[in-house]
């Protein structure tokens, strides 16, 4: 949630500040706002809307300071008007500000700070923050300037309860940005004669591959010349600067009309990258190299707990499902910002996997602080190298997949599902399955990337039956045992791309309530395997169809569908039952997509979200 980015070097700060909120928009894409710093004078343009509207509105950023600071917005505290966007400046015009989290205690800082005669402009948590660090500065003895803004500000954010990625300057210190983070995401990009800060790599890796990750609680004092990093305890902290293995042509369109598409497109090789190196030389098994358990204490764990949101939430599902069918052991899956405040028993020889695609949403990271203080080891399954999520686990697994810039995920889903069912090989073969059982599975896995290439060519297919269904304005879908977390995805995806009201519900359970919607008004759309619950499934299609419901089949190739019971058939390739979760996923995103495009939706930058997630 929300974007920040800083520059300082030798180079006209506005454009870069600029092109680096652009690619930070899917983190929030509400407001827009840039202030650059030249000759001890701030120039501060800001402005309800994109980071595009900014640009075409602001002559000030034809500026050419060569410091600055940008922020793209995803609101909380008041509403998307441009006195809300940051940057914000402390009423005595000495500090510029951008923000990323929340402030808890602003409200009584607020009260204190307005006795002493500070005044605000916004109905933000954030201008506390300024005005706060402008009221020690002006009680802070004059030493050298420099460090005197940088105790400020350390001073300040002893006194803040919440979380923040800042950025701040200050007008008696031009060329000096100080910056800090606690519980949101800052990362330092160590360039050419300049630095950059920034939420993610994404802002800066047009200019610089060699990056610092800034830990909770540090922070970062940049000049034109270097850069330090301390504690709010003020102790030194020496840097480790980081080489980012991907480039700037992995956050670019690359002639896709959307991220999504691209992202959508993109599997077959993302899951490749997934599963390399990660089976055993036998072939019977899956191979971590990062788990940091021993195969012999694994072995010991008699219950796994996975915790997630979102998208992510719906691939533990299916991990659930896949872990218990072929390796017998309990597996629990929780919403993290449920499992915070739930006090569930927990067992005695219990292990947590969190999964985050970016590894910085809030209820993931702090479920997973909660778990680790109740004494328990927890392990991440997550894309983005160098995550809070990622650094704070004691080990885990990286989906490799790269970056995912549409903010409805797609390609770190299906990853994820992969590693689940990666998961459920390695604990099986350490349990009841056999060696011919574990072969036959990595083979299976091994044809994910081909079978979902082979998948994604009903995309023009899928494209017409979009453009027939997309003026409904409610779907249901409907799959059965690991088909129905699936269900639950393809109806996530749905409502976040296309702003169509869509249910995923168990096929069978759709009796007890849903089946009160169906109409020719609400299509259905069917998850529908061969094997055991073929005929099951057909017989809820059946259901819907005496009830003049309209049904969009996704089966199994050669599965001999009753004449009439469903009035579109995408078809899916057999496969072991491991990979059926990710190639039933891929026709229900381009179904979603398409839709979204067919209604002319902001596809990547749906209304009110944001890819990551990190306020409560
Ligand atoms: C947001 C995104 C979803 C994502 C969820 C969890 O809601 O829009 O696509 O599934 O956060 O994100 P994470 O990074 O923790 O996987």
Redesign the pocket.
């Known amino acids: 949630m929300c974007g920040i980015v800083g520059y300082i070097g030798k180079q006209k700060a506005s454009a870069i500040i600029l092109e680096g909120l652009k690619r930070l928009e899917y983190r929030g894409y509400d407001s827009a706002g840039i202030a650059i710093q030249k000759n001890g004078r701030f120039e501060v343009a800001k402005k309800a809307g994109r980071v595009e509207g900014l640009i075409k509105s602001t002559p000030a950023l034809k500026i050419s300071g060569t410091s600055g600071i940008g922020h793209t917005r995803w609101a909380t505290h008041g509403g998307v008007t441009d006195a809300n966007a940051h940057t914000h400046l402390s009423s005595d015009g000495k500090f510029a500000l951008i923000h990323n989290g929340i402030i808890e205690n602003y409200a009584g800082i607020k009260k204190f700070l307005l006795t002493k005669g500070y005044t605000f402009q916004s109905e933000t948590d954030t201008e506390v923050l300024c005005n706060l660090i402008a009221y020690h500065y002006q009680k802070e003895p004059a030493t050298t300037e420099g460090s005197r803004f940088l105790e400020c500000v350390r001073k300040t954010l002893r006194h803040i309860e919440g979380a923040y990625g800042i950025a701040v300057m200050c007008s008696d210190c031009p060329a000096e940005i100080v910056s800090a983070r606690k519980g949101s995401p800052l990362i330092l990009g160590v360039g050419d004669n300049e630095y950059m800060l920034a939420s993610d790599v994404a802002a800066i890796i047009s200019r610089t591959q060699n990056v610092v990750y800034l830990k909770d609680g540090e922070i970062l004092h940049l000049t034109a010349r270097d850069f330090s990093i301390s504690t709010l305890e003020a102790e030194d902290v020496s840097p480790v600067i980081d080489r980012v293995t991907w480039s700037i042509e992995d956050t670019d369109l690359n002639g896709s009309a959307h991220f999504m598409e691209k992202e959508i497109f993109e599997q077959p090789a993302a899951l490749e990258n997934t599963m390399r190196g990660r089976f055993a030389e036998d072939g019977s098994t899956a191979n971590f190299g990062g788990l940091n358990i021993s195969p012999v204490d694994f072995r010991q764990i008699d219950r796994f707990h996975f915790l ?6 719906h691939a533990c599902l299916v991990a659930e499902h896949l872990i218990e069918r072929f390796a017998r052991v309990p597996v629990e899956v929780d919403y993290s910002s449920e499992f915070r405040y739930r006090n569930t028993p927990l067992g005695k020889n219990a292990l947590f996997f969190v ?7 809030i209820d ?1 990271l702090a479920a997973m602080r909660e778990a680790k203080r109740k004494g328990y080891m927890v392990l991440a399954v997550n ?2 190298v160098g995550s809070t ?1 990622a650094r704070e686990s004691a080990g885990g697994i990286y989906q490799h997949v790269g970056p995912e810039i549409g ?3 797609t390609k ?2 299906t990853s ?1 599902l992969l590693v689940g069912a990666m998961l459920a090989l390695y604990i099986g073969r350490m349990r009841d399955m056999s060696f011919s059982d574990g072969v036959e599975y990595v083979n299976a896995l091994k044809g994910v990337p081909d079978i979902v290439r082979r998948t994604l060519e009903q995309a023009p297919h899928i494209r017409e039956i979009a453009k027939r269904y997309a003026h409904y304005h409610d779907f249901l879908f409907l799959g059965r045992l690991s088909l129905f977390p699936v269900a639950l995805e393809g109806a996530l995806k749905l409502k ?1 791309v296309s702003y169509i009201h869509a249910e995923g519900y168990p096929a069978a359970e759709m009796k007890h309530g849903p089946i009160a919607l169906i109409s020719e008004n609400c299509p259905s759309v069917f998850l529908v395997p061969s094997g055991e619950m073929f005929t099951k499934v057909v017989s809820s299609m059946q259901e819907i169809k005496a009830r003049k419901g309209r049904i969009i089949a996704i089966a199994t190739e050669g599965c001999e569908l009753p004449e009439g019971v469903a009035d579109e058939v995408i078809s899916i390739p057999a496969c072991h039952e491991a990979v059926l979760p990710i190639v039933a996923t891929i026709p229900m995103q381009l179904l979603s997509y398409y839709i979204a495009v067919e209604l002319k939706r902001d596809v990547d930058k749906p209304r009110n ?5 990190t306020v409560e």
């Open positions: 997630a949101c979102g998208s992510a939430w999964v985050s695609q970016s590894g910085e949403t993931t894309n983005v999520i903010v409805a995920s770190a889903f994820q976040e979200l944001a890819k990551s997630v």
